[in-house]
């Protein structure tokens, strides 16, 4: 698989995949997928205009995208593991070492997969490999599935998110309009522990494009909360931009609740909604020529 279009000040995968490296190393041992993204524009000191650049095939950025194969090359490598928990944590023999040869760990993972398809040292944009291999945050279902979202009805979308939020937790969840204008698309209940409660609302945006939220759409959201209204939830099939990230977590303010596209898809997953796991089997020809 490989991108034919260049996007600028955007760092090439293998640009990115030191540090990945070093981020995980300095978060400790190991990161989310959000703390590696926010340290690795910080010690690259991304500007705004690159970081909030779509990748235009999916709810992700163009850095999100290209920093999931920097992940994923460096899983093959050896150098970092994941766990269920979408956790990664870098393995006891790389938690040392300050940098990688990157023209060795794309040859040695090129070579484990039978790649091998271009002659350059350093390959272009994104790699050349089997779609099996693709990055999770990528493959094909997910794809698939944000197209269907994009195209759903704006209040189809709002009873979905509903959905989704019973299943996370929350309860009297109520759809309370059907036409998007900045406020409040909805309102629920959230108790934690069995003990503590909180009124919370949320607002969802299904973007047709790939345009990121910006801040002018967290303010409007956040002005159109009331008095008894303790946490907010903005959710969307699009991404945020640093702006809006940081207007959202402005200290002083009601802060907001992020939930991009990405997160979007990942919930649908893990309870289920619309989708479901299909187990396969990869058949080993050799050994049945062999036996």
Excluded at 14 to 28: D, H
Excluded at 232 to 242: G, Y
Excluded at 259 to 275: H, R
Aim: charged share 30%; aromatic share 8%; net charge negative.
């Amino acid at each position: 698989m490989k991108k034919g279009k260049q996007q600028s000040g955007v760092p090439n995968y293998n640009e990115l995949i030191n540090p990945t490296l070093k981020v995980l190393q300095l978060l400790g041992g190991s990161g989310k997928n959000d703390e590696i993204y926010n340290e690795v524009v910080k010690i690259l000191n991304l500007p705004d205009n690159v970081i909030d650049i779509p990748n235009g095939e999916g709810s992700q950025s163009e850095l999100e995208y290209r920093l999931a194969w920097a992940r994923t090359y460096l899983k093959k490598y050896g150098a970092i593991d994941n766990s269920a928990r979408a956790v990664w944590s870098v393995t006891s023999a790389y938690m040392n070492i300050e940098e990688l040869d990157v023209n060795e760990v794309l040859r040695k993972v090129r070579s484990q997969y039978a790649i091998g398809k271009t002659t350059a040292p350093v390959p272009e944009m994104t790699p050349e490999i089997d779609e099996s291999e693709l990055p999770d945050e990528i493959k094909p279902w997910r794809k698939k599935l944000y197209d269907v979202l994009i195209n759903m009805d704006a209040y189809a979308f709002e009873r979905l998110s509903q959905r989704l939020l019973r299943e996370s937790g929350f309860t009297h969840v109520e759809v309370t309009k059907k036409s998007g204008d900045g406020g409040i698309d909805g309102i629920g209940k959230l108790k934690i522990n069995g003990i503590f409660s909180f009124n919370i609302a949320f607002q969802c945006k299904r973007y047709k494009d790939s345009s990121p939220i910006g801040s002018p759409a967290i303010r409007d959201f956040r002005g159109s909360l009331t008095t008894n209204i303790e946490k907010a939830i903005f959710i969307t099939t699009s991404t945020f931009s640093k702006a809006a990230k940081e207007e959202a977590s402005e200290p002083g303010k009601q802060q907001i609740d992020l939930m991009d596209g990405e997160e979007f898809i990942s919930k649908l997953a893990e309870f289920g909604i619309g989708v479901k796991e299909v187990t396969d089997y990869e058949i080993d020809e050799s050994y049945f020529s062999t036996v």
